[in-house]
């Protein structure tokens, strides 16, 4: 067990609709990452938080967009779905993400499977 | 071209038999490189992590990275059942975000 949780395990949804995703890092930590993962792209970074701040954006769509809350819990929001976005999407947590120890690892939470209809 | 390119397999090793894991990458400026391991349906688990070019050793995995050719290993000796699943190469810059390989999928047969 990582420490790090995610909710829901599942959901299933309908194209159009929107979802949330919910991760609680691990304690102590302030760095939050959303990854998502699909068999054609394998694991993609999509966006950080630091301490309530976007630190960093990778391949993020305009449809996504995420926020971390004082106590450090992060949602990521999904909107417009279409059948594209299903895939495991997958929450990650370090210490710090700011580069200031070579030691500063991410740790995996067990992930969301998305199915869109 | 991806950052990072990584035999898919899958690879099917016999029990005991030692595991070559290999990953190419074209950024000369990443430092920090790992190797992850994901069991089917559940989150990726860290297993090596270095920094810069030589070898690390922990139990029966070592990591080996050289920077010169832009080429990571991971070997794991005396090969398990319980090893199968997909190991993950990873690196990243300095306070950056991870950059993946796809992930190579082994099997170990009793």
């Known amino acids: 067990d990582s420490g790090v949780t995610q909710t829901p395990k599942h959901l299933i949804t309908a194209t159009g609709q929107r979802v949330t995703l919910r991760c609680s890092p691990r304690?102590?930590?302030?760095?939050v990452y959303w990854y998502q993962q699909s068999l054609d792209q394998g694991l993609q970074f999509l966006i950080q938080?630091?301490?309530?701040?976007?630190?960093a954006k990778g391949n993020i769509l305009e449809r996504f967009s995420a926020q971390q809350f004082p106590d450090l819990h992060s949602e990521l929001n999904l909107s417009s779905l279409e059948l594209g976005d299903s895939a495991l999407y997958f929450c990650a947590s370090s210490v710090s993400g700011q580069g200031l120890s070579s030691t500063d690892t991410q740790y995996f939470g067990p992930g969301t499977r998305l199915t869109v209809l | 071209q991806k950052e990072v390119e990584q035999d898919p397999g899958p690879l099917s090793v016999p029990e005991g038999a030692i595991v070559s894991l290999n990953c190419t990458y074209s950024n000369s400026a990443f430092q920090y490189f790992m190797w992850y391991r994901q069991y089917s349906r559940k989150g990726p688990e860290l297993l090596m992590y270095t920094y810069s070019s030589g070898n690390k050793e922990d139990g029966r995995f070592t990591a080996q990275v050289d920077k010169s050719s832009k080429y990571i290993s991971l070997f794991i000796r005396d090969s398990q059942p319980s090893d199968s699943a997909t190991y993950l190469c990873a690196m990243r810059l300095r306070g950056y975000a991870l950059n993946f390989g796809k992930g190579t999928s082994l099997l170990v047969t009793p």
């Open positions: 938080y630091y301490n309530g701040e976007e630190r």
């Open positions: 304690s102590g930590d302030l760095s």
